[in-house]
């Protein structure tokens, strides 16, 4: 009877134990239909991050594109910054100060030209100029273009090794002083995984920019640089 007695505790500890170990694997797990993730390390719940880009064209600005990484370092936002080759040369430490703070920097052409069917060699041309010109400053090799006006030559992304990035949300800032005008679109426009297209050559631009900036992030909006949108 000992014996049996003894059989019986054991076959409870063991069933006690096992139970213990499936509720804490099931407490790792993933519910899919809620989009919920449960860690059991410290019982967080969190959300799926909703993403988006915010991109800025034409610079840098020597002004107004300092006062706007000012304002992204201070909300914690990191951005990509489409820079022409000449600006680029003016004022190499705003370039560096992009790096250093997380940004992505990618080619916008050396003189902001527009590709047509009669310019293709100095467009290129122009490309691996401003690469040259990045390169130098940040020590690392440029993947991602933004051609001026959307005008683009497929063949280039195999000669050059580069991705062009367009965009899925313009709220026409450069043609605007309106900065209420200039938010209002940006926030009413914006979903996830778009990618929002600035400039930082401007002061109500950029100042439209953070004001967007911090009602999206009230929205629970995640900014992140291009290549998570395009390639997560």
């Known amino acids: 009877m000992k014996k049996i007695l003894t059989a019986i505790l054991l076959f409870d500890m063991a069933a006690g134990?096992?139970?213990?170990?499936?509720?804490?694997?099931?407490?790792?797990?993933?519910?899919?239909?809620?989009?919920?993730?449960?860690?059991?390390?410290?019982?967080?719940?969190?959300?799926?991050?909703?993403?988006?880009?915010?991109?800025?064209?034409?610079?840098?600005?020597?002004?107004?594109?300092?006062q706007l990484l000012d304002g992204l370092k201070k909300r914690g936002v990191v951005a990509t910054f489409f820079v022409t080759g000449e600006h680029a040369e003016l004022h190499p430490e705003v370039i560096e100060r992009m790096k250093e703070e997380g940004h992505l920097v990618g080619n916008h052409t050396y003189s902001h030209i527009q590709l047509t069917k009669s310019n293709r060699d100095v467009f290129k041309e122009e490309l691996i100029k401003t690469n040259e010109i990045l390169k130098e400053?940040?020590?690392?090799?440029?993947?991602?273009?933004?051609?001026?006006?959307?005008?683009?030559?497929?063949?280039?992304?195999?000669?050059?090794?580069?991705?062009?990035?367009?965009?899925?949300?313009?709220?026409?800032?450069?043609?605007?002083?309106?900065?209420?005008?200039?938010?209002e679109k940006i926030v009413s426009k914006t979903g996830e995984n778009d990618i929002i297209l600035m400039h930082d050559y401007y002061d109500t631009s950029v100042t439209a920019a953070l004001k967007a900036i911090d009602k999206l992030l009230e929205e629970g909006y995640t900014f992140v640089t291009v290549e998570e949108i395009l390639f997560d």
């Open 17 to 66: 134990l096992l139970f213990s170990y499936l509720y804490g694997m099931r407490s790792r797990t993933v519910a899919a239909d809620s989009g919920i993730v449960k860690v059991a390390e410290d019982g967080l719940e969190a959300a799926d991050v909703k993403k988006i880009a915010i991109t800025f064209d034409d610079g840098p600005h020597p002004c107004y594109t300092e």
């Open 137 to 183: 400053i940040t020590g690392e090799e440029v993947q991602y273009v933004r051609p001026p006006y959307g005008s683009w030559d497929k063949s280039f992304e195999k000669e050059l090794n580069m991705f062009p990035v367009l965009w899925t949300v313009d709220p026409l800032d450069w043609c605007s002083k309106n900065v209420s005008c200039i938010t």
